[in-house]
């Protein structure tokens, strides 16, 4: 089992910046692809970005690319998302998750976070 906790969440205006943080306990996370992912009142959840288990391979959203950064540090059992340049529609809770394959299925991804709240004002 893996237990995950995200924070960092907060309110900030437009074109501001945040840095979430993800932990993990239970077990390591470095057999584990690392997951974010945020839903939107009234929307479904929808991929952000991914890393690999060791760092090599990352990716990202259309909609994130160019500003946000994923990073993990195995050493510390946790994985980093840098948001730059934020927007209002980056608005929503903000999801961790654990799995194993670099591109996910939201459906099939066995850990997540309980989720951090991200507002932006326009």
């Known amino acids: 089992q893996v237990q995950l906790v995200e924070s960092g969440g907060g309110l900030v205006q437009a074109g501001g910046s945040l840095r979430l943080s993800c932990a993990a306990s239970g077990r ?65 809770v903000y999801y961790c998750g654990a799995g194993w394959p670099i591109i996910p299925d939201v459906n099939s991804i066995p850990y997540w976070g309980q989720g951090t709240q991200v507002t932006v004002s326009s």
Do not use: C, H
């Not at 992912?37 to 959840?45: I, M």
């Not at 259309?62 to 994985?79: E, P, Q, W, Y």
């Open 28 to 92: 390591t996370l470095s057999s584990y692809a690392m997951y974010w992912f945020r839903q939107a009142p009234g929307k479904e959840r929808e991929f952000v970005a991914s890393i690999s288990w060791i760092g090599a391979n990352t990716y990202y959203a259309d909609s994130v690319k160019g500003r946000f950064t994923i990073s993990r540090d195995n050493a510390k059992n946790a994985v980093y998302l840098e948001m730059n340049s934020l927007k209002p529609e980056d608005t929503a």
